[in-house]
Structure formats: structure tokens, C-alpha cells
């Protein structure tokens, strides 16, 4: 994996040469393991003209969830643990002919940005923007493998747990019994706080676990992630607790259900991403559901669970391959329940079979 951050990190000081700045100073958590393998605590990337420099306040563990550093990366350890590794890298800069860094301004607080601009008064501070983030969109082939372990995972935990009896117990219990189960089987920790909503709670739309008990003739509504080596990904699932779902429920599934399918329908390169939110939203707008939708469909996942591109109305560019996405739509009815669908896929091209679906739980609406 050396040569794929060495990669990395010369894309994006070809980026960072066009622009005029001889050096970047990266500082978000997932932008620093993208291009250097790891992201101890703490920890800021210096991308020099000649060489690339990670500084930490601490030694970093050799056996952490924040990744393996690139073992051909520069390591330094600050003197002192409550230094600030974005100051010492400017000081680094001061005993070097560097006269422009850009910094993720994005990231940093005013505080930290005016300690780096003190430590060298005539060294120009620009903004990088979201160049790594951007660089991050498409994937290579093995992030893509790490997603779909942690979509395996997830439909693990989540497939065990239907295998259990649920009427009784707590939204809470259930939460933490998946995020048990996602370690369980591999991987490092949930990917976000597991969603459970059950009855009357799945009619919001953020609902977090509370210790209201499952019933007979509740939607149980599931959403979970795994974390598999820092890659997230997201799976939501809806079904009915008892032997014979209402007719409104079946109604309202099989509505989300050929939403989600028609959403999905559409993830192929050079389809525009509101028009995917488009797909997904027309069958639910049609049936009068147009208050109350979510403001977005889906979006990207990878280093974070929540990444470009963004799916939603007002959302400009277009996919390409090898990026992957959630599609979940969902309908919420205040004070009785709703249905929400949730898939992690990966854009392909139609002549390799179209987007490839990760997270494969069924989405027949099982009456458990």
C-alpha cells in the first residue's frame, strides 16, 4: 500500500504545484489516512515539495483502528504531548525556501490557523479546499474490497438478529446488541450509532434508540454500519413485527421499495446526482408524500459515513464509476411509523453489469 499513498499524496502535490502553493498542510482525520495510511490522534500531514512529513503529539500504537502508517512516510514525534503537530510542521517550513502552504482552512480553527501564520510571518497561507475530499470520490479497487467486507459484516449482525426473538425487548438493547455483533464478526466498530425505531418511533426520521419495548404489529426500522479497516458502510432495513402486516403497511413498503429500486436503477457513470435523487423521490412525491421527505436520498461513503457526492435535488455533477453510494429513501408518518430502505452500492458501468450492490439483506418485507 506504500506506492498507493506515495501515489496519493504526488496527485495531490501535482494539484497543489498548478495552483501555485509549494506545500499542503492536510489536517482532517480522514484526509491525513487517505494519504498516509494511518491517522494517529492528533496527527497533521505536510506535503513538501520534496518530501512528506507526518507529525504527531504522541508515538502512535503499532496495533490501532486508525490504520497502518505508510512505512515510508517520515515520522515525527513532538517533544511534548500537548504541542500542536500544524504549528511544528509550519516550523518545519520556516528552515525550508517554502513561501505558499496551503491548509484545509475548512478544518482548522481561527485559533490554529493564526498560530501557523505566526511562526512564519512571510509565508502565505491558501486554501486547499476540499481537494482531498474530491480526490477521495472514486475509489481504487482495494477500498472497495474493505467496503464490501464491512457490507458483509453488517448483513451478518443484522441477519442474526432477526434470527432472535424481539418482541420485549428495548430499541437500546437491540442497538447495542448489533453494535456487539458488528465486532463480533471483524470489524473495528459500528460505523455510526445504530438506528432502531420501532411503532409509532419510525416515524421519525432521526429517531435514536430509546427503551420503548418491540410489540406485536410494530415496524421495526433498522440502520446500521460497520467500520472494517476505516471504511463505512450503511445498510437500513424495515419490517413488521408479527404473523400479518396491515394493509397501510404493506401499502407503504411496497411504495419506499420501488422508490429505493428506482434510485438504484440509475447509478451508472454519467448520471447526474439529482437526477438519481430524482428517481428515488418521484414515486414518493406522486403518492403525496412530498412533505416531510428527506432533504437528500443518499450520498457517498468510504473514510467517513457520510462523504461526497451528495444525492439530492439541488446536487451538481455526475457519477462516475467506482464510487460508492447509499440509497435510501423513506416516507415517516408522524405518531404511526414509516419505512425507510437503505443500500450501499457501488457505481459500475452497464457492460460490468451495472452498480454492484454490497449490502444484500433481503428487502422483502418479512414479518418477524
Not at 515539495?49 to 517520515?74: I, K, N, Y
Not at 433498522?222 to 402486516?245: E, K, N, Q, W
Not at 406522486?286 to 421527505?293: C, D, P, V
Request: aromatic share 2%.
Amino acid at each position: 500500500m506504500s506506492q498507493v499513498h506515495a501515489a496519493r499524496r504526488a496527485r495531490l502535490r501535482d494539484r497543489c504545484s498548478a495552483a501555485g502553493d509549494t506545500a499542503a498542510l492536510v489536517s482532517r482525520p480522514a484526509n491525513v489516512r487517505y494519504l498516509a495510511g494511518g491517522a494517529p490522534p492528533g496527527a497533521v500531514l505536510l506535503v513538501g515539495p520534496d518530501e512528506d512529513l507526518l507529525l504527531c503529539p504522541r508515538t502512535p500504537v503499532p496495533e490501532s483502528t486508525e490504520g497502518h502508517v505508510d512505512e515510508e512516510l517520515r515520522l515525527t514525534v513532538l517533544p511534548t504531548a500537548d504541542g500542536d503537530p500544524a504549528v511544528a510542521a509550519a516550523g518545519v517550513l520556516a528552515r525550508s525556501a517554502v513561501d505558499s502552504l496551503a491548509v484545509e482552512e475548512h478544518h482548522l480553527t481561527v485559533t490554529r490557523h493564526r498560530a501557523i501564520a505566526s511562526v512564519v510571518p512571510g509565508l502565505c497561507l491558501t486554501d486547499l479546499g476540499a481537494a482531498v475530499e474530491h480526490q477521495r470520490i472514486v475509489k481504487d479497487e482495494e477500498e472497495i474490497a474493505c467496503l464490501r467486507i464491512a457490507a458483509e459484516i453488517a448483513d451478518q449482525a443484522l441477519g442474526e438478529l432477526l434470527e432472535s426473538i424481539l418482541v420485549g425487548r428495548t430499541e437500546r438493547h437491540l442497538a447495542l446488541e448489533l453494535e456487539r455483533r458488528l465486532v463480533d464478526h471483524g470489524a473495528d466498530g459500528p460505523a455510526f450509532p445504530t438506528a432502531i425505531a420501532t411503532g409509532p418511533h419510525s416515524g421519525r426520521p432521526r429517531h435514536r434508540p430509546t427503551d420503548r419495548r418491540v410489540e406485536e404489529g410494530d415496524f421495526l426500522s433498522v440502520t446500521l454500519g460497520a467500520d472494517y479497516r476505516g471504511y463505512r458502510c450503511l445498510i437500513g432495513r424495515t419490517f413488521v413485527i408479527g404473523t400479518s402486516p396491515a394493509d397501510w403497511q404493506i401499502e407503504l413498503y411496497e411504495l419506499v421499495f420501488g422508490a429505493q429500486r428506482a434510485g438504484r436503477e440509475v447509478l451508472v457513470p454519467g448520471t447526474g446526482y439529482r437526477d438519481v435523487d430524482r428517481a428515488a423521490r418521484q414515486p414518493l412525491e406522486a403518492a403525496g408524500h412530498s412533505e416531510g421527505l428527506a432533504p437528500r436520498t443518499g450520498h457517498g461513503v468510504g473514510l467517513e459515513i457520510d462523504e461526497d457526492p451528495q444525492i439530492a435535488p439541488a446536487a451538481m455533477g455526475k457519477l462516475d464509476a467506482c464510487v460508492p453510494v447509499t440509497v435510501g429513501p423513506g416516507v415517516h408518518l408522524p405518531g404511526r411509523g414509516g419505512v425507510r430502505i437503505d443500500d450501499t452500492l457501488v457505481v459500475r458501468p452497464e457492460a460490468d453489469g451495472g452498480p454492484e450492490l454490497l449490502t444484500i439483506t433481503t428487502k422483502e418485507l418479512l414479518a418477524l
